[in-house]
């Protein structure tokens, strides 16, 4: 992320919001009005937040003139996911499992959608590696053996200030209200990417915690000023 004198090759500005693991057109409509720059809908069918196709297409036609709708998979073929991203009219694809470069760009022709590519770290290898996918977004997650995403566990912040380079940076894993603003002054992402971290239960948001991480995102763009 950073470039030659520490800092990062893009501009952060304000740092942005994806809530992630989006089920009810409700929740969507509260994520908008707390200032999303993006959701995520899951269509991994092992995710207690899977987001059934009905439900996906009922929230992108409501919101995506207004926030990004990502379509997040974990090992999809590419018929799948052309086919969602069709009926569920996304605008974005996360890629969640251990899909190559050439298939994040084959996604991307296949689609027309943008493309994030994410990946659970371990250790600053798993960050080297990122340098191969010439996605249009980079996103670092918690390792966590046998769960893709989702977990609610933290990884080591330090850690991915070894990610350099043009693209964007997302920072996911473990982000709740009491822990994003140290992660965004530690990290410098382009985004923040929240699920577990605001919820009342598995796939049902919490108003008050998904305003209130907005409100300390928000919060660490008038402490830069």
């Not at 269509?43 to 003139?65: H, Q």
Request: one cysteine or more.
């Amino acid at each position: 992320m950073p470039g030659a004198d520490g800092q990062p090759a893009y501009d952060v500005g304000v740092t942005k919001i994806k809530f992630c693991g989006i089920t009810r057109l409700q929740d969507a409509e509260l994520a908008v009005s707390a200032g999303a720059w993006a959701i995520g809908l899951i269509f991994w069918a092992g995710s207690p937040r899977r987001c059934s196709l009905e439900a996906a297409a009922e929230i992108a036609t409501a919101v995506k003139r207004r926030v990004e709708v990502v379509g997040v998979f974990v090992n999809p073929t590419l018929d799948e996911v052309a086919a969602r991203a069709e009926e569920a009219g996304l605008t974005m694809i996360q890629l969640h499992g251990d899909e190559g470069p050439s298939f994040c760009a084959e996604v991307a022709r296949r689609t027309g959608c943008k493309v994030i590519k994410a990946v659970r770290v371990r250790s600053g290898a798993d960050i080297q590696a990122m340098s191969a996918f010439h996605t249009d977004y980079h996103l670092l997650d918690s390792y966590v053996p046998g769960v893709p995403g989702g977990t609610g566990a933290t990884f080591s912040w330090e850690l991915a200030r070894a990610h350099h380079g043009p693209l964007p940076l997302i920072l996911s894993g473990g982000l709740t209200p009491e822990n994003v603003s140290n992660a965004i002054a530690a990290v410098r992402p382009y985004a923040v990417d929240v699920a577990s971290g605001v919820e009342a239960e598995p796939g049902v948001k919490g108003p008050e915690k998904l305003e209130a991480f907005a409100a300390a995102v928000r919060s660490t763009a008038m402490a830069a000023r």
